[in-house]
């Protein structure tokens, strides 16, 4: 590889786009939360009427699934009375668990309160008689407990109100008021929730906003109450750009690597979020700091949910894997809270960053004991395991690949973290991509090295793209490894909003230089793929792969997914 390019790569390297927000600060650092999703549904726990809600399907979805009428799910909610509530144990379980924020469901889409709501009296408090408010009750625990208390509050769905979205088998469609439900139930109880539980550490919204001006009103709110507070992602539309302050995955899922934006995955510790009592599919104590690791290593943050019955228990077997969890986390918490994510995979495992450490969380020892890593360019001073520090793990060099003794004993069955003193910040070179005879090189926004404002992002709806981009500093880049010298043509694929279209963008293969204007592609996120134009390569070998803007504008290059390089020859096929 010439020694310009590796400069540049390794100078992409270190620039990896993340805007530091200092209302994200407690979030960034803190990764793993508890979800809380618990209602009348929890009542019906997965059966009504001799019918049972299939796994896999969500039992707090019960009543569409059958679309209860609205009358008889009242009346089956006045039997909610979690008499064993505590919400001083929940609180106890998440710090048990290393859970650093509750979020609880203060209204699902079933549209009951789980709060003593003055805008409606179909709430926990008033409409049971039970009397008492859970969430006022568990945002003062974790208040004493140094835990951040969040809510969940389904802003859009709404199945008891007449005007809410969802309902269509009690409410005909045609004579909803859509507006009239946001105005007099939707944003009086979120402005209830934010005036009367303390400082809320974050809004989660689901299911999306209609509009863009509906959602940026619930944003309003938030900011106009409690400014600190974070709204989710899922606050606006899922087809449009992001609104909140945190992007979401969906439900239970996982990206293929790391992202430029802060992000998080709600994920359940069985395939139901509302408790079933057919749902016995909990995962494992391995499973969930596996899944947390992973997380974590790409910089994202885990909200992992819990169901408790009807009278406040929480399943005992939920409650045995997350101490189990917790047992973990008690010895290798350095590794996991306020990391950053590491832009490498190993056979054996993932890492983790912090400072002028990486932490190797080791899965599998190799066989041969031996911990091979390859791709870091740093010189190392020391490792030694995090569960035995005054150990000191012998570190040596096998060419490009460093290589690190397993500790003999104290090896921990799901995760060895083994903590490696690097000199200076971590580098890595960044992956070559190679090509197969024949075949298009196609280079993705996963595997590029982004720079400047450039970023690797999410959306609902076009998954994941590289976007933010506005000027020349900001670019995507690869490196590749050609076998075949000759024509290619070059081609890119991206959506483009009508306001974004004719900006010039530069491809830069090797020395070549090709120069187009973005066409746009539609409203949103319609991706296309456009030709470019050819270029030729010489001989084969290394090269560097560039895209950017040509120069400064205002707004966003393109929603962009992919650039192939396709062997003149070789058919594709394009959208
Ligand atoms: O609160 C949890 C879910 O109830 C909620 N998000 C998480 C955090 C959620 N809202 N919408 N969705 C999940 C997606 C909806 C999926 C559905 Fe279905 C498919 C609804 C009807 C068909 C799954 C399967 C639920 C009922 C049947």
């Known amino acids: 590889m010439g020694r310009r390019i590796a400069a540049f790569l390794l100078l992409a390297a270190a620039c990896a786009a993340q805007p530091a927000d200092p ?48 009358k008889e799910y009242r009346e089956m909610a006045r039997g909610l009375r979690p008499l064993k509530f505590d919400a001083a144990e929940y609180v106890r379980l998440a710090k048990a668990a290393g859970m650093k924020y509750i979020v609880i469901t203060a209204k699902h889409h079933d ?24 969430v006022d009750e568990l945002s003062k625990e974790c208040r004493k407990a140094g835990i951040r208390f969040c809510v969940y509050y389904s802003h859009r769905e709404d199945w008891d109100d007449p005007d809410g979205y969802g309902n269509n088998w009690d409410y005909d469609r045609a004579g909803k008021n859509f507006a009239r439900y946001l105005e007099n139930k939707s944003k009086p109880q979120l402005r209830e929730l934010l005036t009367n539980y303390g400082p809320l550490g974050l809004v989660w919204f689901d299911r999306g906003m209609e509009t863009d001006q509906q959602a940026s009103e619930f944003v309003q709110i938030v900011r106009t109450l409690q400014p600190a507070c974070l709204v989710n992602g899922r606050v606006g539309n899922y087809g449009h750009e992001l609104m909140g302050d945190y992007q979401n995955m969906g439900d239970n899922g996982m990206p293929t690597g790391g992202l430029d934006e802060y992000w998080e995955t709600p994920q359940t510790l069985n395939t139901t979020w509302g408790y079933s009592k057919f749902d016995q599919e909990w995962k494992t104590p391995a ?19 819990i169901g408790p019955m009807a009278d406040g228990v929480i399943p005992p077997p939920s409650v045995a894997v997350l101490k189990k969890v917790g047992a973990w986390i008690e010895t290798n918490g350095e590794s996991i809270y306020g990391t950053s994510a590491c832009p490498a995979e190993f056979t054996w495992g993932r890492c983790t960053v912090k400072g002028e450490k990486v932490y190797l969380h080791v899965f599998n020892w190799p066989a041969d004991g031996i911990l091979r890593v390859s791709g870091f360019n740093n010189r190392t ?73 450039a970023a690797k992002r999410f959306n609902r709806d076009g998954k994941f793209h590289i976007s933010k981009w506005t000027g020349p500093a900001d670019s995507a880049a690869w490196r590749i490894r050609v076998s075949q010298a000759g024509p290619y043509r070059v081609r890119v694929r991206y959506a483009a909003r009508p306001t974004w279209a004719g900006s010039e963008y530069r491809v830069k293969v090797g020395g070549q230089l090709l120069t187009a204007r973005v066409a746009a592609t539609g409203e949103w996120y319609a991706y296309k793929t456009f030709d470019v134009g050819s270029i030729d390569i010489a001989k084969a070998g290394e090269y560097e792969v560039s895209i950017r803007p040509v120069a400064d504008s205002d ?11 396709e062997p003149a020859g070789v058919k594709m096929m394009v959208e």
């Open 381 to 453: 001073r020391a490792a030694y395991a995090v569960n035995n520090p005054s150990r000191k793990l012998q570190v040596g060099r096998d060419n490009d690949v460093i290589t690190i003794a397993a500790p003999v004993t104290g090896r921990d069955e799901i995760d060895t973290v083994v903590a490696l003193e690097i000199e200076g910040r971590l580098s890595v070179r960044p992956s070559l991509v190679t090509q197969g005879s024949d075949v298009p090189i196609e280079l993705d926004y996963m595997r590029a090295q982004t720079t400047g404002k």
């Open 23 to 70: 209302r994200l600060a407690w979030y960034s650092h803190d990764k793993f939360g508890m979800f809380i999703h618990w209602g009348p549904y929890s009542l019906l726990a997965g059966e009504y009427k001799g019918q049972r809600t299939p796994i896999g399907d969500e039992a707090e979805w019960i009543m569409q699934r059958f679309n209860i009428p609205v």
């Open 111 to 134: 549209g009951f309160a789980m709060y003593r709501s003055k805008v409606s009296s179909y709430n926990i408090a008033d409409w049971t008689g039970w009397g008492r408010d859970p």
């Open 287 to 305: 499973g969930v700091i596996h899944r947390l690791v992973e997380i974590v290593s790409k910089g994202g943050n885990y909200l992992l949910n």
């Open 555 to 565: 707004h966003d290059l393109m929603y962009f997914q992919s650039l192939i390089l």
